[in-house]
């Protein structure tokens, strides 16, 4: 079995390889925060993003946020709206748009292997947001299969998903058709005190916590 993934930043114990977390939020800001904290690890750990929302170049900079010194060798960026420019020696891939779900696993995929030709045994993954990828899917279903597709990657090769979504601008069943397809959530509040709190992992606290 792989070591659990460490976690800097946050109020969280290492989290165990396989395992896909949802981190939660009204307004998604504080989310990509956490998000970017579980993303950025150790230098041996490689990150694999898929910039549905904001951009490869703003999405990485998220990144360089928690780790200015982060290497670009150590990220592969997916790029949801046509040709995407590198920054600092990322490796970037992208598709035409973010409802081509079929295209967003194939670079997937390649990227995943190309870090793993390149050395790197673990890779920390995500999707920013799953929030694009519904707003802009006709139907639901098309989104669940590619979430199981995308977790039973992870999983098979003890991995770390983490991906984030803004509750507020989802219903209810939609949210719990894709929260389905996680092993945990992070639920984010960063109004007045920014909080965090962990569900659905054996050991964690499932307390509303603090982190700056």
Not at 8 to 22: M, V, W
Request: charged share 25%.
């Amino acid at each position: 079995m792989s070591d659990a993934y460490t976690v800097d930043g946050l109020p969280f114990d290492p989290i165990p390889a396989g395992r896909a977390i949802l981190v939660v939020g009204s307004g998604i800001g504080g989310a990509r925060t956490v998000q970017s904290r579980l993303l950025v690890g150790p230098p041996d750990e490689a990150i694999l993003i898929v910039a549905a929302d904001r951009g490869v170049v703003t999405t990485v900079e998220s990144l360089r946020e928690v780790d200015p010194d982060l290497d670009g060798d150590r990220i592969v960026a997916i790029g949801c709206s046509g040709e995407e420019s590198g920054t600092d020696g990322v490796r970037t891939r992208s598709v035409s748009t973010p409802t081509d779900l079929t295209g967003i696993g194939i670079q997937f995929s390649e990227g995943h292997r190309n870090l793993e030709l390149a050395g790197y045994d673990r890779v920390r993954s995500g999707i920013a947001s799953l929030t694009t990828l519904v707003s802009t899917a006709t139907e639901l279903r098309p989104i669940y299969r590619f979430l199981h597709s995308f977790t039973g990657h992870v999983r098979s090769r003890d991995g770390l998903l983490v991906c984030t979504i803004d509750d507020a601008t989802v219903t209810d069943d939609v949210f719990h058709t894709i929260e389905s397809s996680f092993d945990a959530r992070i639920d984010v509040e960063a109004d007045d005190e920014r909080r965090v709190r962990l569900r659905g992992l054996a050991g964690q606290s499932d307390e509303w916590l603090p982190f700056e």
